[in-house]
């Protein structure tokens, strides 16, 4: 039941940091987050409303807090890469998810506003990501719960997994019978 459960919340496996990230991974990295918008509007924008209360495991969210999710989450990751761009070493700001899934915008407001954001944004990520430097992608900011440094060419890798990883979670609970 146990490992069930982890395939529904990891559909993709988790995020494991590659032992070398070459251009080429990168490039695919950088293309897998420009496309993203484009692939989960394809998924959710033919839904009916009732199709987007659908949990993707027990107790999971649903379609529509995943998309508002993504909305959340990247605009957080955009903004930590900007401070790592621009500032030394900044610690981030960490976001309570789980609450943040429970308000009102994306509990129950239309998943419209969250794909129109969510395009915006990865058109300027996109840009932004194309631009920098083999010096800029070693900028790094510091996860203020591990104190870890986070290299924005790793903090690529992990949102092409969050990209790939919440798509998942869609096609998974559009599939599911419950």
């Not at 032992?19 to 998924?43: G, V």
């Not at 033919?46 to 999971?60: H, N, S, V």
């Not at 870890?148 to 599911?176: F, P």
Request: charge should be neutral.
């Amino acid at each position: 039941m146990q490992h069930e459960l982890e395939k529904l919340r990891y559909p993709i496996g988790r995020f494991a940091v590659p032992d070398h990230i070459d251009k080429q991974l990168l490039n695919d990295w950088i293309k897998t987050i420009a496309d993203f918008p484009a692939r989960l509007k394809s998924e959710v924008s033919d839904l009916p409303d009732i199709a987007l209360e659908k949990r993707y495991r027990p107790d999971g969210w649903t379609i529509r807090q995943v998309v508002h999710h993504c909305a959340d989450s990247h605009m957080n990751s955009f903004v930590r890469f900007k401070l790592a761009l621009t500032e030394d070493d900044p610690t981030i700001k960490l976001y309570e998810e789980n609450l943040w899934a429970e308000l009102p915008d994306a509990k129950h407001n239309p998943i419209e506003s969250s794909l129109k954001l969510l395009e915006g944004l990865h058109q300027r990520w996109d840009i932004l990501l194309k631009s920098l430097s083999d010096e800029q992608l070693e900028r790094a900011f510091i996860h203020p719960v591990t104190k870890r440094y986070i290299s924005l060419k790793v903090n690529i890798g992990l949102y092409a997994w969050h990209c790939n990883h919440h798509l998942m979670h869609i096609v998974n609970a559009k599939n599911r019978s419950v």
